[in-house]
């Protein structure tokens, strides 16, 4: 899935195919998640200063299951979904209840926590003092992170709705973070060029992913870490080792790209 000016359109990974186009969006569309069960697809954007847009489509239908409104009073740049989870029933003592929620984060320097697909909201999380550009869960639902353009990871304990963690994460604003499956650790990239990875428990910079020469908007990570990818400014797409943080391919746009060397016919 890949957004744009007031639309979303989803393609074939393997063919390259359009296969169908999502539209109707306020403004422009920056952020999208599919749910841990691939059943919803999130995507987030708005008009900056007026609203934040946070729409549920179902996967396969393409239908609106879920409108958050009034989420944000500002663009909405980053939303995440959680793991299934165990909350208590409010009112009661002993009762608990299986759900899912969404995290999103928006440059009102909020990050919310919202029930899904009904859009109830649960709680909120101050303390970006910018632009909050994106949030991710730890797979066990326990912590949250959040990027901001004040070059800051803040982590989060959802049940107690408290800071725990004030990482200073980039010299410039942290573009992207996204948790590696289920481990405590997590990616981010920023402005200042650098691809990192940090401990959500500790705080700890657990290594740098070299190479970046311009500013760097998103990330990709393997389930398992041992891949990461890395893209920005520049257009080219930088592979490297999860585990050494070694650089071991670098994808150039098509018009880029050297010249394929033709086969001598035998």
């Not at 402005?191 to 990875?197: F, I, R, S, T, Y």
Request: proline share 4%.
């Amino acid at each position: 899935a890949s957004g744009s000016f007031q639309e979303v359109a989803i393609w074939d990974p393997l063919t390259g195919e359009e296969r169908h186009k999502i539209t109707g969006f306020a403004h422009i569309v920056v952020a999208l998640a599919f749910s841990p069960d691939s059943k919803m697809l999130g995507v987030a954007g708005g008009e900056p200063t007026v609203d934040g847009e946070v729409k549920l489509f179902d996967v396969g239908s393409w239908k609106l299951v879920g409108d958050i409104k009034n989420c944000h009073s500002d663009t909405v740049y980053g939303l995440a979904f959680s793991p299934e989870m165990k909350v208590l029933v409010p009112g009661t003592k002993d009762k608990f209840e299986t759900v899912k929620m969404l995290a999103t984060c928006s440059a009102d320097k909020f990050v919310k926590v919202w029930t899904v697909p009904d859009g109830k909201f649960v709680k909120s999380f101050e303390g970006h003092t910018h632009h909050v550009l994106d949030v991710g869960w730890m797979a066990d639902g326990k912590l949250l992170a959040s990027a901001g353009a004040d070059n800051t990871v803040k982590v989060w304990d959802f049940e107690k709705g408290e800071k725990v963690k004030d990482i200073n994460a980039h010299g410039k604003q942290v573009t992207r973070l996204l948790f590696i499956g289920k481990k405590a650790e997590f990616v981010t990239c920023g402005g200042d060029n650098a691809v990192k990875e940090f401990n959500a428990t500790t705080g700890g910079n657990v290594r740098n992913f070299a190479g970046g020469a311009d500013f760097i908007y998103a990330i990709g990570v393997s389930p398992d870490g041992s891949v990461v990818a890395a893209g920005g400014q520049d257009g080219i797409v930088r592979v490297y080792n999860g585990a050494t943080s070694a650089l071991t391919r670098s994808l150039l746009p098509p018009d880029a790209q050297p010249p394929m060397k033709e086969e001598k016919k035998k």
